[in-house]
């Protein structure tokens, strides 16, 4: 599966954005998918993750309550509405892949990435 991350840009803090993540092929509903971010100079990080189905989803800590992941298995995509942005949410943001995943699954388990979009909250 390729994936193609889109919807980033520049907000004010306390805005919203919302990510897509569009993926090729007819095996969508078979991947658990995953949202990270890498910030300047720090290590990617899991952001949220949902199983094939959308039926289970799991954030961490930092973005629980603003952030929400939903999938559309019939337009093969992903998304992650993004509220009550904050300057640290300011990072490039990814999508993954995970055949046969859950929502829970380790960054090493994410088979396919996207190609990443930057997201920039100003103060």
């Known amino acids: 599966v390729q994936l193609q991350a889109s919807g980033g840009g520049l907000v004010q803090a306390g805005g919203s954005l919302r990510l897509s993540c569009a993926a090729s092929?007819?095996?969508?509903?078979?991947?658990?998918m995953g949202w990270f971010r890498q910030a300047p100079g720090k290590e990617r990080e899991f952001v949220s993750g949902i199983s094939w189905s959308g039926s289970s989803t799991y954030y961490a800590d930092s973005v629980k309550g603003r952030f929400t992941i939903s999938r559309d298995n019939a337009k093969n995509v992903v998304y992650l509405q993004m509220n009550s942005l904050k300057p640290e949410d300011s990072a490039v943001y990814y999508c993954?892949?995970?055949?046969?995943?859950?929502?829970?699954?380790?960054?090493?388990?994410?088979?396919?990435w996207g190609q990443g979009t930057q997201v920039t909250v100003s103060s």
């Open positions: 092929g007819r095996t969508f509903s078979s991947y658990s």
């Open positions: 993954a892949a995970n055949l046969y995943g859950s929502a829970h699954s380790f960054e090493y388990e994410y088979e396919h």
